[in-house]
T-cell receptor, first 114, second 114 residues
Framework: GENVEQHPSTLSVQEGDSAVIKCTYS??????FPWYKQELGKRPQLIID?????GEKKDQRIAVTLNKTAKHFSLHITETQPEDSAVYFC?????????????FGSGTRLLVRP | DTAVSQTPKYLVTQMGNDKSIKCEQN?????MYWYKQDSKKFLKIMFS???????INETVPNRFSPKSPDKAHLNLHINSLELGDSAVYFC?????????????FGPGTRLTVL
């Protein structure tokens, strides 16, 4: 079935450094790729998304790149801050009859050291 | 003004019991979902409803029965609870069931089966 692999599972960076999280997906028909941030004990919240007709999207310190040929996409966080510490999930859309579902990666626990 | 709300926030119960979790959204969305997040943080869709109609059922045991009395509510009833049902259950909603419709998550219900 459809699958999304996410790496690394944990990532520790110094404040101010950049962080990169990578995902690969199996469903070649996937066309939508959101990223969610989940702080400890809280709900997942959308931070950025990208559609397949775009190769890169940026929003302040976060950016996402997509390579449809290779079926992988990445999240880039620059100038990391302690409040960026959280679990980050990538996801890919997958068609189910006339609807869609999100297949989530296994998450990356990001720790930003002050 | 909470967009997606769930009750209860915590649920501790004995094996074999039956319990329900309630979800409500005030965003005017047509589509609602239930997700299960296990102890390893893996987030997996269980069900989705669109305008009170079941759209996605992801091979969940039939002990789990979702019910949507109207499009603003999606409740989850679980019969004969098992130890493996312990997890955090998230409700979510989106404008529609389209590929790029952003999903907004509720705060989660932490279910512990003893």
């Amino acid at each position: 079935g459809e699958n999304v692999e996410q790496h690394p599972s944990t990532l520790s960076v110094q404040e101010g450094d950049s962080a990169v999280i990578k995902c690969t997906y199996s469903d070649s028909a996937s066309n939508y790729f959101p990223w969610y941030k989940q702080e400890l004990g809280k709900r997942p919240q959308l931070i950025i998304d990208i559609r397949s007709n775009v190769g890169e999207k940026k929003d302040q310190r976060i950016a996402v790149t997509l390579n449809k040929t290779a079926k992988h996409f990445s999240l880039h966080i620059t100038e990391t801050q302690p409040e960026d510490s959280a679990v980050y999930f990538c996801a890919a859309s997958s068609a189910v009859d006339s609807s869609y579902k999100l297949i989530f990666g296994s998450g990356t626990r990001l720790l930003v050291r002050p | 003004d909470t967009a997606v709300s769930q009750t209860p926030k915590y649920l501790v119960t004995q094996m074999g019991n039956d319990k329900s979790i309630k979800c409500e959204q005030n965003l005017g969305h047509d589509t609602m979902y239930w997700y299960k997040q296990d102890s390893k943080k893996f987030l997996k869709i269980m069900f989705s409803y669109n305008n009170k109609e079941l759209i996605i059922n992801e091979t969940v045991p039939n002990r789990f029965s979702p019910k949507s009395p109207d499009k603003a509510h999606l409740n989850l009833h679980i019969n004969s609870l098992e130890l493996g049902d312990s997890a955090v259950y998230f409700c979510a909603s989106s404008q529609g069931q389209g590929m790029t419709d952003t999903q907004y998550f509720g705060p989660g219900t932490r279910l512990t089966v003893l």
